[in-house]
């Protein structure tokens, strides 16, 4: 579970970094923007044929940091195995628009490579500093 003293951070206008595995083995790190699913889980979305998302098919195996804005050196970080699914992923960018872009709704829908994505991440394997 993510500590009730960090979910703070997810809740705010936060950048989460995920770490993915390329084909040739090495790591592939991405800004996104990031959302929790009640403390069990982080969720980010993205669209599908998006390298992350080839990347997390071929190997689910990813990591995931994230800095509160107000104060860098407070963070969480969570690994583990990720897991895809297009199931609720365009109302959860509309979400995340909300939450980034003060917009109802994601202004890009249909500009993307393919259908929206949610990568859920189970908080089994959490750091936090701060």
Do not use: C
Not at 78 to 98: F, S
């Amino acid at each position: 579970m993510i500590p009730t003293s960090h979910v703070d951070i997810l809740e705010k206008e936060s950048f989460a970094h995920i770490a993915t595995i390329l084909p040739d083995g090495t790591p592939q790190v991405t800004p996104v923007w990031v959302d929790h699913d009640d403390r069990e889980a982080i969720l980010l979305n993205t669209a599908r044929g998006r390298r992350k998302e080839k990347n997390i098919k071929q190997n689910p195996n990813v990591s995931v940091s994230i800095l509160d804005p107000d104060d860098p050196y407070r963070y969480i970080s969570v690994r583990g195995e990720a897991t895809l699914t297009e199931d609720g992923a365009v109302d959860h960018i509309d979400k995340l628009a909300k939450k980034y872009m003060g917009v109802d709704e994601y202004p890009h829908h249909g500009d993307e490579s393919g259908p929206r994505v949610i990568i859920r991440i189970p908080a089994d394997h959490v750091v936090t500093s701060g």
